[in-house]
């Protein structure tokens, strides 16, 4: 399992993050240029990546302001597991990491580390723009 992580600091209190988190009609604000097609409820959302696939996902799992955890609703390309984690950085902020776990085979590892960890990095940028 492949296993990649990005987190930033934000100055807003635990609750504030995760319940922006929480639904995931915001996330597409979080999301880069080259996603496209998207739609999305509270606990759904599917979204096309630019000449790479559509994916499907659902929140499977919900820890009140610590944790959130989506799965793919249909099958993707490689088994991927998306998971939000907020703690208080003890400073009245929080601390905001978001990490994806997925089953990549060696090819599909150097194909995909990289945009996989482009992605992360760009969302917990834009989390910490959205949530000054």
């Known amino acids: 399992m492949t ?6 600091e ?3 209190p635990v609750e504030k993050v995760y319940t922006f988190l929480a639904d ?8 880069p240029e080259n996603i496209y097609n ?7 959302a ?11 996902i659902r929140i499977s799992d919900r820890v009140e302001n610590q944790e ?12 991927v597991e998306l998971k939000w984690k907020v703690q208080d950085n003890g400073k009245g902020g ?3 990491t978001h990490l994806i776990s997925a089953d990549l085979n060696m090819m599909m590892k150097m194909l995909a580390s990289g945009p996989l960890q482009k992605l992360a990095d760009h969302q917990t940028t834009r989390l910490s723009e959205i949530l000054k």
């Open 46 to 56: 599917s979204f096309t990546i630019q000449n790479m696939a559509k994916l499907a």
């Open 94 to 96: 929080t601390t905001a």
């Open 24 to 31: 995931l009609n915001n996330h597409q604000q979080l999301m």
């Open 10 to 12: 934000i100055n807003q």
């Open 68 to 79: 959130l955890t989506a799965l793919p609703t249909e099958k993707p390309p490689f088994d």
């Open 3 to 8: 296993i990649i992580e990005s987190s930033t």
């Open 38 to 44: 998207w739609s999305s409820t509270e606990d759904e």
